[in-house]
T-cell receptor, first 116, second 111 residues
Framework: EAGVTQFPSHSVIEKGQTVTLRCDPI?????LYWYRRVMGKEIKFLLH????????ESGMPNNRFLAERTGGTYSTLKVQPAELEDSGVYFC??????????????FGSGTQLSVL | EDQVTQSPEALRLQEGESSSLNCSYT??????LFWYRQDPGKGPEFLFT???AGEEKEKERLKATLTKKESFLHITAPKPEDSATYLC????????????FGSGTRLSIRP
């Protein structure tokens, strides 16, 4: 069974440019999450989709970030325009159930974003 | 403010030398506590979930325990392949969606 797939694995862009990250969750997983780790900090929650609906986007840092999940399958996270402080590793995770302490998240390998 | 603190930041052990990693938490309404393992260039990989004080879970050389204020990940007779960053995370009743991660402990096992 394929795991969570993220693309690209690395992205280097200049400040002010736009970048779109993609995540393909495990087939059948309705829940999709975005997390990120900026330099020297903990992994932090960005948002959560249940199918195509945003369940919680309280972790999105500002309106330069836009996440979508078309048809409840793959998800994209767009940063426009990118700023230096957006550099970090962006992780996607998926799970079968939501709101359950039993929940086990499956993470992708992440996209390393560098904004120069 | 909800907080998860892991110690030590880094730990170097000789193969076979047992030790423990600590995760202390100050949160309101703990729903569950997770341990994840992360290898370089990879995402976190789930190890355990603990729900209540006194609970223990085991997997190979790893054993996780939980009290009302902290969790320990005990590593018995570690091998070089146990080298990784170990992350603790909490799931709270106040949010169905997010889990809060600690900063992790980088474990290195020398042969």
């Amino acid at each position: 069974e394929a795991g969570v797939t993220q693309f690209p694995s690395h992205s280097v862009i200049e400040k002010g440019q736009t970048v779109t990250l993609r995540c393909d969750p495990i087939s059948g997983h309705d829940n999709l999450y975005w997390y990120r780790r900026v330099m020297g900090k903990e992994i932090k929650f960005l948002l959560h989709f249940v199918k195509e609906s945003k369940q919680d986007e309280s972790g999105m840092p500002n309106n330069r970030f836009l996440a979508e999940r078309t048809g409840g399958t793959y998800s994209t996270l767009k940063v426009q325009p990118a700023e230096l402080e957006d550099s970090g590793v962006y992780f996607c995770a998926s799970s079968l159930r939501s709101g359950d302490a039993n929940e086990k998240l499956f993470f992708g390998s992440g996209t390393q974003l560098s904004v120069l | 403010e909800d907080q998860v603190t892991q110690s030590p930041e880094a730990l170097r052990l000789q193969e076979g030398e047992s030790s423990s990693l600590n995760c202390s938490y100050t949160v309101s309404g703990l729903r569950g506590l997770f341990w994840y393992r992360q290898d370089p260039g990879k995402g976190p990989e789930f190890l355990f979930t603990l729900y209540s004080a006194g609970e223990e879970k085991e997997k190979e050389r790893l054993k996780a325990t939980l009290t009302k204020k902290e969790s320990f990940l005990h590593i018995t007779a570690p091998k070089p392949e146990d080298s990784a960053t170990y992350l603790c995370a909490v799931h709270l009743y106040s949010s169905a969606s997010k889990i809060i991660f600690g900063s992790g402990t980088r474990l290195s096992i020398r042969p």
